[in-house]
């Protein structure tokens, strides 16, 4: 089992920045892939950012260049950096642990972009 718990939700102007935290605790060695998802009201979950335990990014083409992922192997935990925030950026955003056999999902937490 593996168990996230985000951090680091709330309100913020538009051009703001926030930063999120999500830390692993459980099987943690079985993890390979960790990642960022966010759903707005009425909308499906989409992908915003990953990491792989190699150190590989992948990141959405609407965040690109203004988010960056980054991973804490000796904490286990995953942080997103967002800069340049746009209201449209603003959903609930939930941090994801990808093992070969699972997908684990935190709990998620708010992100309010006011214009």
């Known amino acids: 089992q593996v168990q996230l718990v985000e951090s680091g939700g709330g309100l913020v102007q538009a051009e703001g920045s926030l930063r999120l935290s999500c830390a692993a605790s459980?099987?943690?060695?079985?993890?390979?892939?960790m990642s960022w998802y966010r759903q707005a009201p009425g909308k499906q979950r989409e992908l915003v950012a990953a990491v792989s335990n190699g150190g590989t990014t992948n990141y959405s083409d609407s965040v690109k260049g203004r988010f960056t992922i980054s991973r804490d192997s000796a904490t286990n935990t995953v942080s997103l950096q967002m800069n340049s925030l746009k209201p449209e950026d603003t959903a609930v955003y939930y941090c994801?642990?990808?093992?070969?056999?699972?997908?684990?999902w935190g709990q998620g937490t708010q992100v309010t972009v006011s214009s």
């Open positions: 994801a642990a990808r093992s070969v056999l699972n997908t684990y």
């Open positions: 459980g099987a943690t060695f079985r993890i390979i892939v």
